[in-house]
């Protein structure tokens, strides 16, 4: 596997269930972030962890728990969600430093809640 | 809080063409970077061009190069030569000098017609 990975690909969940997104990075980088992306509004940065430790929570709502045991993977464990959930969410890497540097984007997780 | 606006929700081109696609800002910093990102359909964001705001010579990658404008607060990408590939989201992104956020705006969906 190259680049930046994510799975499952796809998931329908109900309000109740609990679930988890899998991210992992195989570019040797030490910050990865989570965004949502819905339809019509902009890309919403979630989470940002460097060398494995949390540096922004942008406000989002504790029914989403992210955790990054390294700096090669990022989880994002789901819980009693709503149906305004439902949005692409988007990993990406990049090494830390410099604004400069390139964030490389996953594939995404479609989620859909019912 | 700085916010990135992209006026154009659509834009289309004809193959072998050249398209402009609109991008302003608000910041009040004096130091930053602004991206374009590619997202295309079912495939994953990568980033077309960068810019750092110190350097007033304008980014060029191939076929893409950026109208930077500082003080109007524009970030615009031309697109010459348009070929099918090019069909996709394209994202106006701004990144603070300090701080890992990156800043998103909605979007502008091309098309490319042969």
């Known amino acids: 596997e190259t680049g930046v990975t994510q799975t499952p690909r796809h998931l329908v969940m109900g309000m109740t269930n609990k679930k988890s997104l899998k991210c992992e990075q195989h570019?040797?980088?030490?910050?990865m972030y989570w965004y949502k992306q819905s339809a019509k509004k902009p890309l919403e940065l979630m989470f940002v962890?460097?060398?494995?430790?949390?540096?922004e929570n942008n406000s989002v709502p504790s029914r989403f728990s992210p955790e990054c045991p390294n700096s090669s993977h990022l989880f994002l464990h789901l819980h009693t969600l709503q149906p305004e959930d439902s949005a692409l969410y988007l990993c990406?890497?990049?090494?830390?430093?410099?604004?400069?540097?390139?964030?490389?984007f996953g594939p995404g997780t479609r989620l859909t809640v019912l | 809080a700085q916010t990135v606006t992209q006026s154009q929700p659509e834009m289309s081109v004809q193959e072998a063409e050249t398209v402009t696609l609109s991008c302003t800002y608000d910041?009040?910093?004096?130091?930053?970077?602004l991206f374009w990102y590619k997202q295309p359909p079912s495939r994953q964001m990568i980033l077309v061009i960068r810019?750092?705001?110190?350097?007033?010579q304008n980014a060029t990658e191939n076929r893409f190069s950026v109208n930077f404008q500082k003080a109007a607060k524009s970030f615009s990408l031309k697109i010459s030569d348009s070929q099918l590939g090019d069909a996709a989201m394209y994202f106006c992104?701004?990144?603070?000098?300090?701080?890992?956020?990156?800043?998103f705006g909605t979007g502008t969906r091309l098309q490319v017609f042969p």
């Open positions: 810019q750092e705001a110190y350097k007033q």
């Open positions: 910041t009040s910093e004096s130091d930053y970077y």
């Open positions: 570019l040797g980088h030490n910050a």
């Open positions: 962890y460097n060398f494995k430790e949390q540096t």
């Open positions: 992104a701004y990144r603070s000098a300090v701080g890992d956020k990156l800043i």
């Open positions: 990406a890497s990049s090494l830390a430093g410099p604004s400069y540097n390139e964030q490389f």
